[in-house]
């Protein structure tokens, strides 16, 4: 980016020979290499690909990285997109992945390897299983693309692939370019995006939870992007979209770590009329001050990892940032200021017991959580959790790593009475009458009809949807 413009994008500069040398070769070119973009749809039972989907922000990068040199097809299938079978018309088959569409992912990558074409997988479960993934690709792409993109462009136009890249240090985030939407919007289906526009203002974790990927996907190291960079990439969508009340929501892990950054990026926000969500850790949000800002910078709905009312839980996992003595405080911040909650609460550790779930049906009752979400314990694969639950784990299908999937025996519980008592939460926080109690006073907004569709999901409750 350049004078602060987000459309603009930082040249190739004779002054990195690296550069250079991929300028050279792209000059070269007979004609342009033709690459297929895959966000595959997962095989999940559950409700994770349904509906509305948000814009895969990280594929959409690397489309607008690839754009730039190659001609580019980008494919959503859970828009309903169909991978063709026949890959003739294509030099690089690229394919982002989770560990819950893995398996779909693999099955796509093995067709194309199968053709003879460059497969490229990428995302977090290529990255936190590289060596499993190798095995179905010519490369794997560790962590993010931005910081090894010279290189790999350099090997596709080569035709000389390494089997893994991987920067050796990641790069800041200063001429970091917005991405270009037109390569999602080109699709028949795209109106199934949902209208919330992702956005990216930070990377990296310090924290390091271990039952978290981000730490190594993007890094402990915390990277932001200048403030007016920010700005003008949100400017930029109100003009392409002709108005100025647009939905933002960001996709950084933890967009609120340097509260001085988060406070001044807030304060520029608070100028433009946009309305914006947010995952954020609880770290600063006892203080009313930050509260109030994010109110008056058009905050709608923040979504907060509460994850247990055990503290004895909280240790375990090393989620040091949730004191329990907060929790009230946070939530009567919040709302003072207008903000709607998205609650995340996970069951099935070794310390949770039949009280665990009571405690937290009376915590969602009392404090009028508008969005409670509850997941049961997921080791995904490469964290530290994983390795430490793995000789505990009952089975290895990526397909159920959805966090919607009974995955080991808790010490305490047992698993029938886990999800027993799973399933009878759920159904008690999103009746009708605990609805009409939890969204008292509140405005009428989509927040509603979420809890609408979720009153009508658990109703067809299951203990054996999640075995």
């Given amino acids: 980016m350049q004078n ?11 002054s990195d020979p690296s550069s250079e040398r991929l300028q050279r070769l792209v000059s070269e070119q007979k004609s342009r290499k033709k690459w297929l973009l895959v966000q595959p749809v997962s095989n999940t039972s559950m409700m994770v690909d349904s509906g509305t989907v948000s814009m895969p922000l990280n594929l959409l990068m690397v489309a607008t990285l690839a754009g730039e040199l190659f001609d580019v097809t ?48 990428g995302g977090v479960h290529p990255t936190m299983l590289n060596d499993e993934a190798r095995e179905h690709c010519s490369s794997v792409v560790y962590g993010e693309i931005e910081s090894v993109w010279t290189e790999l462009a350099t090997d596709v136009l080569l035709g000389s692939m390494k089997e893994v890249y991987k920067a050796s240090a990641l790069k800041p985030m200063t001429n970091m ?48 992007r200048e403030i007016d960079f920010v700005i003008d990439e949100m400017k930029y969508h109100q003009e392409r979209l002709g108005k100025e009340k647009i939905n933002l929501s960001f996709m950084d892990d933890n967009i609120s770590f340097r509260p001085k950054y988060f406070m001044e990026l807030l304060e520029e926000m608070s100028k433009i009329g946009v309305r914006w969500n947010a ?18 910078s058009g905050c709608d709905l923040l979504s907060i990892g509460f994850e247990s ?34 609650g995340y609460f996970m069951f099935g550790f070794d310390n949770d017991s039949e009280e665990s779930f009571q405690l937290t049906y009376d915590f969602i009752m009392e404090n009028q959580i508008e969005f409670p979400v509850f997941s049961l314990v997921t080791p995904f694969p490469g964290t530290p959790y994983y390795d430490e639950m793995k000789p505990r784990l009952r089975h290895f299908d990526w397909d159920k790593y959805d ?8 010490e305490k519980l047992g698993g029938e009475k886990l999800l027993e008592n799973f399933v009878k939460l759920q159904k008690e926080v999103y009746k009708g ?19 609408y569709m979720m009153h009508r999901f658990t109703k067809k409750l299951t203990p054996e949807i999640y075995l």
């Fill in 74 to 121: 980008f494919i959503d299938e859970r828009l309903g997109d169909t991978v063709p079978e026949d890959l003739s018309g294509y030099d690089v088959v690229a394919i982002t992945s989770r560990t819950l569409n893995a398996t779909k992912a693999y099955a796509i990558a093995d067709n194309a390897k199968a053709q003879g074409k460059i497969v490229i997988l």
């Fill in 433 to 451: 009458r605990a609805i009409m109690q939890r969204m008292k006073g509140k405005p009428l907004n989509w927040v509603w009809f979420v809890n």
């Fill in 309 to 342: 009312l055990n503290p004895e839980t909280l240790k375990s996992v090393h989620k040091g940032s949730n004191r329990l003595d907060n929790y009230g405080t946070v939530v009567s911040n919040l709302h003072k200021n207008g903000i709607a909650i998205q």
């Fill in 279 to 296: 995952n954020i850790s609880m770290n600063f949000l006892h203080k009313p001050e930050v509260a109030e800002l994010a109110g008056r």
């Fill in 403 to 410: 966090t919607y999937h009974y995955m080991f025996e808790p």
């Fill in 177 to 224: 370019r917005h991405p270009d939407f037109t390569h999602a919007l080109q699709s028949k289906r795209s109106k199934k995006y949902s209208s919330l526009i992702p956005i990216l203002a930070t990377k990296g974790c310090p924290v390091g939870c271990n039952f978290c990927t981000t730490p190594t996907i993007y890094g402990k190291n915390y990277r932001y």
């Fill in 4 to 14: 602060g413009h987000p459309d603009t994008i930082t040249p190739l500069t004779a």
